[in-house]
């Protein structure tokens, strides 16, 4: 693994060095200090409390008083020492977020949303994830290339610029540390948006450290397996951003390069740095593993999978890094507001449509604008996306039925056709004469083979599409709809995939397939509702009511078109064959054909 060096570190020297006579100097000096200060506090200061008031203050870290300072300490070349004797915490809020911060490490314990609420206890969201955070960093935590130098910092107790237990925004926190030869400074900006600015400094015998500002553990809504799996590495090099899955990250990689923004995201909440400095700054990616119940209904069962935890910091190779850094939803508006330094590229990119993006983009937009200007409910904008998609495929749907029909009425001449080469192998130079004539019959009659095809090629597209999008935007996390609370979850009385999987049915049975041997027509009826229905009974409410709702627009096209006279045709077309091929006639009399 590439590591930062620092050429300019230097021992101290030993007792026989040169610094004897100002170590000398040092003692009388802070003999004296330490005398003054004695005779001083005797006057002005009441007695100290009681040894136990220390734990006390750890037990309430909250407490708006000021943080005791070892002002009597000094390091080895003579600076006091900057630290704290007991830890207390500062709490930042604004409309979005309520950030809890300790002055040991000068960490987040605590980073909640007001905006989402936790899925399990529907408390508002904090994004912090304890049994992670515990063993692999907080929030806001440094990393180092040392092991034991960042438990050092992270076990260090800060002194705070803000001695009030709460601070408003905007505002400014500062925490500072001195001792046993390093000097650590870490500031904190806060607006009233999700992005927080931060500086960070470490020095050590006065040489800079290549400290990183780190968001090392994942996020607090990862509870299970695949919220686990679902996290990713999202990074921004020279305008061009990428998404890279967690299973391709390695932990402690550092990544060099003129990074616009880079970080961590889950399915629905992301933590991103944005470096002010991009060209010094460097990317290191975290991975790690917490064990996670294979059934959260039972946690208790003692059943455990390791889950990947994904997390990233962000270093600048002059020793001192400013950043800024969103933490918050993956909300089209809220990433599109926020862009690299210098008008660079925006945050919007790491919500991912995958190879559908060109088409998942404005499907989402347009379902965005019908939830804000027309109906207010995300479920109901489904719904009616779903109509406006069902309109605009019509005319595909009306193409594939008219094609079908062209195949339906030629089909006898080129059964004709090839049973007169049926003694022929496939190999066999004649087969090529057989293609031939039929290739002919169908240009004669106007039929294109792949006319039956060519309108799937919109059709399809549409469905990914609105698949992928349903499936990666925040909007569903606890969109109500009717009897559903989460459009996100799937259905928790699975009344959607039932109807789905009825509603299947109905369209295989109303819609004519003349072309489709009936038995396997039969077999697909069965078939394909039953897969359908195993797939929308787990996923997200919202995807299965746009599949049962196209399932109901389908069934009343369907009635429609069946009633025209090329659906009358088709029906008897497919009577017919079905009686040829169980060696039946009947009485049907088809449709005059017309110009189709």
Known sequence: MAEFKNPNQQSTGGPGST????????????????LGLQYFRGKSTPAPAHPQSTSSAVAAPTQAVPTPIAATATQSDGTPAIQATAATTTVVENALYRITLSNRGGEATSWILKNYKDMETGKPLDLVNRQASARYGYPLSLYTYEPALNTQLSQSLFVPSNASATLATPGTLTYTYAANGMQVKKTFSFDNTYVVHATVSVTRNGAPVAAALAWPSGFGDQQTLPQYASASFDASLNGKAAQTD?????????????????????????????PDHPANASLITLHNS????????????????????????????????????????????????VHGVDGGPSLD????????????????LLLRWLHDHVIGNWGWSILIL???????????????????????????????????????????????????????????????????????????????????????????RQAHWLWVPDLSSPDPI??????????????????????????????????????????????????????????????????????????????ELALRRAAKKNGKTINAKIVSPRKA
Not at 19 to 27: A, E, I, K, Q, V
Not at 425 to 445: G, Y
């Open 19 to 34: 610094g004897g006579n100002s170590l000398m100097m040092y003692f009388s000096l802070f003999l004296l200090v330490f």
């Open 246 to 274: 967690i299973k391709k990250i390695s932990g402690g990689n550092t990544l060099r390069g003129n990074y616009d923004w880079g970080g961590v995201s889950d399915l629905y909440f992301a933590a991103i740095f944005l």
């Open 290 to 337: 917490v064990s996670v119940a294979k059934n959260v209904k039972k946690p208790n069962d003692g059943e455990t999978s390791p889950a990947p935890v994904l997390g990233a910091a962000l270093v600048d190779a002059s020793g001192t890094l400013d950043t800024r850094l969103f933490v918050g939803p993956k909300t089209l508006g809220a990433l599109s507001a």
């Open 349 to 364: 990119k790491i919500v991912s449509f995958g190879w559908w993006s060109i088409l998942s983009t404005p499907l989402f």
């Open 386 to 476: 779903t109509v406006l998609l069902s309109l605009l495929t019509l005319p595909t749907r009306i193409a594939m039925m008219r094609s079908s029909m062209k195949m339906q009425r030629i089909q006898p001449q080129m059964d004709a056709i090839k049973k007169r080469y049926a003694q022929y192998k496939a190999t066999d130079p004649k087969r090529q004469e057989m293609n031939q004539e039929i290739f002919k019959v169908q240009k004669d009659n106007g039929v294109n083979m792949f006319g039956s095809c060519l309108p799937m090629l919109i059709q399809w597209p549409l469905l990914f599409a609105f698949y992928r999008m349903l499936s990666n935007v925040i909007e569903l």
């Open 494 to 571: 699975h009344l959607l995939p039932i109807f789905f999987v009825g509603s299947m049915f109905l369209v295989q049975w109303l819609t004519p397939s003349p072309g489709v041997d009936p038995q396997q027509q039969r077999m697909m009826a069965i078939t394909m509702p039953a897969v359908f229905g195993f797939m929308t009974w787990s996923i997200g409410a919202g995807l299965a009511l746009y599949w049962a709702a196209s399932n109901l627009l389908g069934i009343l096209i369907q009635l429609g078109m069946n009633k025209t006279a090329m659906g009358r045709e088709m029906r």
